[in-house]
T-cell receptor, first 110, second 113 residues
C-alpha cells in the first residue's frame, strides 16, 4: 500500500512568517492529494487539494505544490496568523482510499 | 444544516459494554468511512462503504461491526469494549471513492473506563 511521510511533526513560526509542511509518498499511482486542518477538539477540514495533472494550486494565503517525479508535495502558508494554529494532515489517494500523513502541529506565535 | 452528523459526541462507558455510534450525511455522497484518531492524532481508516457495500475493511478487531442501512447512514457497533478502544472516532463521506476530499463529522470521543 501507499506510505505517506509528513515533516515536520511540530512547527512554530512567528506571526506574519511563512510555514511549509512537506509530505512524500511512495506509490507513483497516487493521483489526488488533499490537505486537512484540524483545530483543537474539532473535525479535520479540507483546506486545499491538488490533482496529479497540476503542479501548483493557490487559494489566498495557502498554496500546495506537487512534484510527481520526486513524489513529494508541500503546503505553504504565507503571512501566518494565530488562527492558523492547528494540526495539518496531508493525504495521498490511490485506489479506494486515502493514506494520511502523521500530522504537523503548527503554532503561530503572536 | 450539518453535512455529516455523528451521535453521540461523547461516550463514557465501562469495559466489556457494547455501544453504537451513528452517522448520517445529507450531502448525497456515495461513500462513507469510519476513522479512528488516537491520542497521537494519527488518523487510521477502519471501514469504507460505497453505496451501502463494504469496500474497505482494515485490520480491525471483529468486535467492531459497521452497518450501512442506506447510503446516507453508516453506523458503528462495538462489542466488549476495551481500554484501548478509547479514541476519537470520525465518520466521513465523499462524493466518490478516492477522488474527492472528505467531509468529516464532528467526532465521537469514546472513553472506556
Amino acid at each position: 500500500g501507499e506510505n505517506v511521510e509528513q515533516h515536520p511533526s511540530t512547527l512554530s513560526v512567528q506571526e506574519g512568517d511563512s510555514a511549509v509542511i512537506k509530505c512524500t509518498y511512495s506509490d507513483s499511482a497516487s493521483n489526488y492529494f488533499p490537505w486537512y486542518k484540524q483545530e483543537l477538539g474539532k473535525r479535520p477540514q479540507l483546506i486545499i487539494d491538488i490533482r496529479s495533472n497540476v503542479g501548483e494550486k493557490k487559494d489566498q494565503r495557502i498554496a500546495v505544490t506537487l512534484n510527481k517525479t520526486a513524489k513529494h508535495f508541500s503546503l505553504h502558508i504565507t503571512e501566518t496568523q494565530p488562527e492558523d494554529s492547528a494540526v495539518y494532515f496531508c493525504a495521498a489517494s490511490i485506489g479506494n482510499q486515502f493514506y494520511f500523513g502523521t500530522g504537523t502541529s503548527l503554532t503561530v506565535i503572536p | 444544516d450539518t453535512a455529516v452528523s455523528q451521535t453521540p459526541k461523547y461516550l463514557v462507558t465501562q469495559m466489556g459494554n457494547d455501544k453504537s455510534i451513528k452517522c448520517e450525511q445529507n450531502l448525497g455522497h456515495d461513500t462513507m468511512y469510519w476513522y479512528k484518531q488516537d491520542s497521537k492524532k494519527f488518523l487510521k481508516i477502519m471501514f469504507s462503504y460505497n453505496n451501502k457495500e463494504l469496500i474497505i475493511n482494515e485490520t480491525v478487531p471483529n468486535r467492531f461491526s459497521p452497518k450501512s442501512p442506506d447510503k446516507a447512514h453508516l453506523n458503528l457497533h462495538i462489542n466488549s469494549l476495551e481500554l484501548g478502544d478509547s479514541a476519537v472516532y470520525f465518520c466521513a463521506s465523499s462524493q466518490a471513492v478516492g477522488r474527492y476530499g472528505y467531509t468529516f463529522g464532528s467526532g465521537t470521543r469514546l472513553t472506556v473506563v
